[in-house]
């Protein structure tokens, strides 16, 4: 059974390249738009991964992170932020809230199907 990873981005243009790479390598994605969306979604399903954005609307990625780590069902769950934040203050934020890593768009396909083989196998 292929692995699942769960894309949180308020762009559904970036969602689709980030799920289209995962899926062209053989794992299964969920996409949601924001993280009030994300959350609901992991109410229905388990994932093995996250890929969240940090900038979006209603609940951005940091807030969202936390509150994945709060859950005991997806507290162990990886967490990788990609975003356009290079500030060293956000990505400290986002390694202390339990951030696995920091990708910077724009990304290469190769560093996100690497960053996923890394946590996952």
Avoid: Y
Avoid at 17 to 31: C, D, H, I, K, Y
Avoid at 85 to 101: L, P, S
Avoid at 105 to 112: L, R, S
């Amino acid at each position: 059974m292929s692995k699942t990873v769960l894309v949180v981005d308020d762009s559904a243009s970036m969602r689709q390249v980030v799920a289209g790479t995962l899926e062209s390598v053989g794992f299964g994605t969920l996409q949601a738009v924001d993280g009030v969306d994300a959350l609901t979604k992991l109410d229905q399903q388990r994932v093995n991964l996250i890929i969240s954005d940090v900038n979006m609307p209603n609940m951005d990625g940091l807030t969202f992170l936390k509150e994945v780590k709060k859950r005991p069902d997806t507290k162990f769950t990886p967490v990788i932020m990609l975003t356009t934040e290079t500030v060293a203050d956000k990505k400290e934020e986002g390694r202390q809230a339990g951030a696995k890593a920091w990708v910077v768009k724009p990304f290469q396909p190769d560093q996100i199907v690497a960053a996923v083989h890394k946590l996952l196998m």
